[in-house]
């Protein structure tokens, strides 16, 4: 991190060198600001300085240029104030206080759209009116007599702006540095105390980057941890505060570039690579809190089932990619660019893309309902569609079913979502119903006793439902007495449902081989009846 800030400082001195170059050339194509085209807009000449009023364009950049340090002409400058509007001087200071608005509003001319047009008409208003900027709408010019000249209502208001914009502190001071400005002779295209400004704010920086950073990890942490927030101390306010020193950095430089009265060119590209820098900065914090984010749900998951930890990566690529949308529409619209028809671009495009993808995304929705629902777990046996197996794999698309075939099922989670799923893995207790069949002829005093028996032996059992089962003689077969045993198990899974049911199968077996039970199995008894024609009729009575 040295290094990068080491080389942000390197780079802004070399672009404020570069900056200079065409000055310092003194090459007329370079320096030329606005058309000079005499046989089409009407020029005129004040103290041998040519300037023209024919436009917005011209209008603002006779206001502008010659109130540079190479050409200051404040007499010119004053030409874009109604003539009406108090003395010549007065003009004058209208004319340096409505720049230095200017600059406290980063307003200059690269980055204004002025047009060069004579009948220029505002497409709002319909009228022969240009507004500077959307910041300062109070400030416009309006055609007067064939000239664009600032209209009577924005005169007035300029002296008010002035002391809102610049409070009684910052008033002085860009009075004096404007006094310092005109006072000093240049060095490499600046002014000796404008360098000595830049190295001023770059010690400055340099020392409250480094004490930010001291401060998080030596105080904040320490106190963090002696609290017991462990993850906020080694996790979140690492991931923060570097993001969060460059971005205050870049916003102090940016509203303190007004008071060093650079020119335009350099305060324009100043202004614009902090806030590019601001920005980037301002993303990489959404991007951090989006894993912020993630790790307090995760947190929060482990200590409540509310939430499965199988949703945070789905959460986590949905909330970085939510940051890095937002942050680039935060850059955009630093940058000056109108976001709302992008966003409206991007909602049109979002929903085409939608339509032609519907299907991912309703796997993709069905992925999250899954996810957060929960109807179903890995390992669970479930029942869709008439389709049974377990549960191997919940993903972002399909969910993978093992069938009792030992086949792989892959249904899309879109289906999933919409289907009836039977969850038999989230039984609480597992039924066991089955009929015990007895030959007719056993005893009733031996079947009482059977019947004690396997109600104790379901009691003494470690798996059954103890308040509800039953063991009752219920039946008279055609071959056989059947005594009803319903019973529940309380098993986590099938195999340890078997396992339970064997147990009480083996003992029931036992406990009938010490009564001298028999169980009863499908037969078959003939009779031969002879009639009085000696005839013979066999009858098969099913037992």
């Known amino acids: 991190m040295n290094k990068l800030l080491i080389s942000f400082f390197l780079l802004l001195f070399s672009f404020i060198a570069q900056a200079q170059e065409p000055i310092e050339k003194d090459d007329a194509n370079a320096i030329e600001s606005y058309p000079n085209d005499h046989s089409f807009y009407q020029f005129l000449t004040l103290d041998s300085i040519e300037y023209s009023l024919s436009t917005p364009y011209h209008s603002f950049h006779t206001h502008i240029d010659n109130l540079e340090d190479d050409s200051y002409y404040p007499k010119i400058a004053a030409q874009v104030f109604p003539l009406s509007v108090g003395t010549l001087e007065e003009r004058k200071k209208m004319a340096i206080e409505l720049k230095m608005i200017y600059l406290a509003n980063n307003i200059y001319i690269n980055n204004i759209e002025l047009p060069l047009t004579k009948d220029f008409k505002d497409p709002k208003t319909k009228t022969k009116r240009f507004q ?5 709408p109070s400030i416009y010019l309006e055609y007067q007599n064939g000239r664009w000249k600032y209209s009577n209502y924005s005169c007035k208001a300029i002296h008010q702006l002035f002391v809102d914009t610049y409070p009684s502190f910052t008033r002085n001071v860009i009075v004096y540095t404007f006094q310092l400005q005109r006072s000093q002779e240049k060095f490499l295209g600046l002014k000796v105390w404008q ?40 996790i979140i306010i690492p991931k923060l505060r570097q993001p969060i020193a460059w971005a205050s950095i870049m916003l102090i430089a940016y509203y303190s570039i007004a008071f060093l009265l650079l020119p335009n ?17 301002c993303g990489i914090l959404l991007y951090q809190l989006a894993d912020i984010i993630i790790i307090r749900i995760g947190s929060f998951s482990q200590k409540s089932e509310r939430i499965d930890t199988n949703l945070l990566p ?51 929705i069905g992925s999250v309902m899954i996810f957060a629902d929960k109807p179903f777990e890995v390992g669970d046996w479930v029942n869709v569609r008439g389709q049974e197996g377990i549960v191997e794999e919940i993903g972002f698309r399909t969910t993978r079913i093992r069938t009792f075939a030992n086949s792989i099922l892959n249904i899309p989670n879109g289906s999933m979502a919409d289907s009836d799923i039977d969850n038999l893995g989230k039984r609480q207790f597992r039924r066991f119903k089955t009929n015990l069949s007895i030959p007719y002829g056993t005893p009733p005093d031996q079947i009482e006793l059977f019947i004690k028996s396997i109600k104790k032996a379901v009691e003494d059992h470690p798996k059954t439902r103890k308040d509800f089962y039953e063991v009752r003689l ?32 083996l003992k029931i077996l036992r406990i009938a081989e010490q009564i001298g ?24 009575q099913q037992q």
């Open 132 to 136: 500077v900027s959307s910041k300062i």
């Open 195 to 234: 360098w000595m400004s830049f190295l001023g704010f770059i010690i400055i920086s340099y020392i409250y980057y480094f004490f930010s950073i001291w401060f998080t990890k030596q105080i904040v942490q320490r106190l963090l941890l002696r609290i017991k927030q462990e993850q906020l101390a080694n």
């Open 265 to 281: 060119n350099i305060s324009y590209i100043l202004t614009l690579l902090f806030k590019i820098i601001f920005g980037v900065n």
């Open 314 to 364: 789905i959460l986590k690529v949905i909330f970085r990619i939510i940051a890095i949308s937002l942050g680039i529409l935060f850059i955009l619209n630093l940058l000056g660019y109108d976001i709302t028809h992008l966003i409206t671009g991007i909602s049109f495009g979002g929903v085409a893309i939608a339509f032609a993808a519907q299907d991912a995304l309703k796997n993709f």
């Open 474 to 505: 219920n039946n008279f077969s055609s071959s056989s007495l059947d005594i009803l045993l319903y019973i529940f198990f309380i098993t986590k899974d099938w195999s340890e449902e078997l396992q339970a049911r064997e147990y009480l199968m």
């Open 517 to 540: 039970i028999d169980f009863a199995f499908p037969t078959q008894t003939i009779h031969i009846a002879q009639n009085h024609d000696n005839d013979i009729h066999i009858a098969d």
